[in-house]
Structure formats: structure tokens, C-alpha cells
């Protein structure tokens, strides 16, 4: 480790499950690292997602159908997919961009990448889990799709096939008639499902609550309700950040800042072509007989996150900008979503209704690296729907990228010069 590194400061902007890890990492490298959070650590995007810890998601959503699914949305307002037109020169270049791309030949050729992240942070999740004992509800059970109909197990097969023979992530298919003894909470009579053992699941607010308490004892400072207000800059370096509680100087700055990274790209000088994707959940008592394990349902695209006490429903995909509101069609669409498959779909006791915005970029991949013009400023944003199960390879790699170390993961795919 160079004199450089083991004496520099870093600020993190941003203090979601992103900027977590990359405090992990480079407090572990030797850097004096601090994180400022506009709001509460952890409390927006990350805090009431599914949780899942995802190898298989190796396909990014950039595949041949998604176009016309946002193309079917603009006519359907509740879809849980759904675009809503805005006058915006950046939103139409970014659906221009994305629909670009959604073709077999771009979804192979983004997926390595994705699955390279994906299994150097399930990696990194067991170690950390065991050094840090970092108490987080972990299940390392698998995830399970499941199927309502014959139709949607059929076509999933020819999903299933691809995962298989081109990126090594195999499934076990489990026979309609056999998933009620799999998971009683199951109803009888579904079509089938795939078990994805290389999955697993957390929650969420544990998680951060858990690995920033562990941070804290390492020296680790959080200033909460700090919002970046201004970022000066003088010979291709930023010389200071203006927040709400003052200037602030460190050596370097790492932005992990979500779906708000674009509102920082012209005080950057750098393109960030991110649009908030709007997802909504609801977390109930947990019914009985609760589920054993975390699902997808995909022909309604509703995710089912058992906890030890709770219960959570996740979905949606609302590219409406940044829109505040949980209308209420949307919880009882969660809520009906269920009903097909669980024994008991729902409960009346109801602790928490969330959104959260995803930051999605138009090619599936996240943007992880140093600012194209600024020496000491580094991005780590663009997680699309992956944030949770990527934390730690994107941690792990912003550091080794800071201290000039050569990194596990080939850092290009991800770098944010991809755009210039």
C-alpha cells in the first residue's frame, strides 16, 4: 500500500447500501473515510427492498421483450411496468438508448458483467457475514420462481436453458404436484417452479444497520442530514464539497448517490445516463403458514420475502420520475398478486408501505469508476434492480480503483467513460 493511500481521506456521498461497502472497503485499505447522507443511512432505496442476493439475475433487463412491454405501458397506466412520458430531452434519449439495446445479441453481451459482480459479492457476502457477524436474517436457501400456468413454466424453460448452457447458473425444476410438500404455503395446483440454489436473501435494514454500527467502532464517520449542495473544482480535481453543514475537503470523493447521480452529472462534467425506476413494497405480519422460501412470481412480477416475523411483497417497475406518492391501487395490486399461489397472500396487520428509486441506466450495467475529467472523484451508481446483490464487488472494487491496486473484476464494462 502506497504512502498516498494509507493517509488519505475519502468522502462518500451518499449513504445507501453502495456507499456502505465502499466505506467497508476503503476503511479496510487504510483510508480515513467519512459518509454524508442527505437523509438517514440506509433509508431510501435500500431500506424495504426484497433483499434478495441474486447469481441468477445474470440477465439484465435490456432483453428483446422489454421494449414492447414499455411500449404496451404507455396505454396501460397500472401495468407493473409502466412508462409514463415525460417532456424531457434526457428521458427520450435514454429509452432511445435502452430500446437500443434490447435485442438478444446486447443482453449476452451485458451479462458477463453482471455476472461477474454477482458472484464476487455473494462471495464477498458469506465472508463478511462470517467476519463481521453482521446480523441480517441471511438465508442461503435459493430463491424460487414459480408458476401460475403451463404457458409461463414453458416459456421460462427456454430462460432456464439459456442460464444453463451459457453462463453455468442451473436451476432445479420441481413439478406442480410436488410444491405444496416443497413449501406448504404454496397453494395446490400451480404449474411448477425453479429452485436457484446459488440465491439467497437478507433484510435489508438489518443489514445496514448492522454493517454500520461495525464501521462506527472502525472509525468510520456517518454525518446524516448533510446534503451536498455544491462541488468546486480546480485543476481537474474537486477541491471541495459545499453540503448543509459546512465545506468539507478530502483527497478523494466517491459518489454513490443512487438515482440522483444525473442532478450531479453537470457539476461533474460527465454524462450520467440514470433514470429513477419507482418500485413499491408492502410489509405485513407474517401469515401462516409463512413461506420457507423467498419467490418470484414472475407472470405477475411480484417478489415474496419471508422474514422471521415479518413478511414482505415487492414489485413494480414505474418510470414516472421522481414521484413521491404510494397509491393505494398499487399495495392492493401486491396484495392481489399473491393471491394466485399463497396460502395466505396477505395479512391485515400492516407495519410499512415504501417506494424506492432504482437508478436505472439504459445498458444494465452499473457505473463504477473515476470521473472521465476529475482526477479524485469516483462514481458508484447505477445499480438498476441489483444494488443489494452487487454492494460488496462494487465496495471492493471502488477501492482497489482509489488506492491504484489492480482489481479482481475488470473494471471497463462498468467504467463511467462508456458514455462519452
Known sequence: MTEQTSAGTVIIVGGGIIGIACAHYLSDAGFQVTVIERKTIAGACSHANCGFIVPSHVLPLTEPAALKTALKSLFTP????????????????????FGRRCTHKQMLSAAPALKAMLDLSLQEYRRLLEQEDLACEWRDEGLLYVFQTERGLDEYRQTDRLLTDHFGVAAREIPGETLPAFDPALKPGLAGAFHYTCDASLKPDLLAAAWTARLRERGVQFQEVCELTGINHAGGKITQLVTSQGELHADAVVF???????????????????????????????????PRYPMLFPEHKVGVCPFENRFRLGSMMEFTGYDTTIPEYRIQQLRDSAQPYLVTPSTETEYERWYGWRPMTWDSLPIIGRVPRLNNAWLAAGHNMLGMSMAPATGKLIAQLVASETPDLDPVPYAPDRFE
Request: net charge positive; hydrophobic share 45%.
Open 256 to 290: 454513490a448517490t443512487g438515482a440522483w447521480s444525473p442532478l450531479l452529472a453537470e457539476q461533474l462534467g460527465c454524462e450520467i445516463p440514470i433514470l429513477p425506476g419507482k418500485g413499491y413494497s408492502v410489509t405485513m405480519a407474517a401469515p401462516d403458514p409463512s
Open 78 to 97: 397500472r401495468a407493473p411496468f409502466r412508462v409514463r412520458p415525460q417532456w424531457d430531452f434526457s428521458f427520450w434519449k435514454w429509452m432511445w438508448q
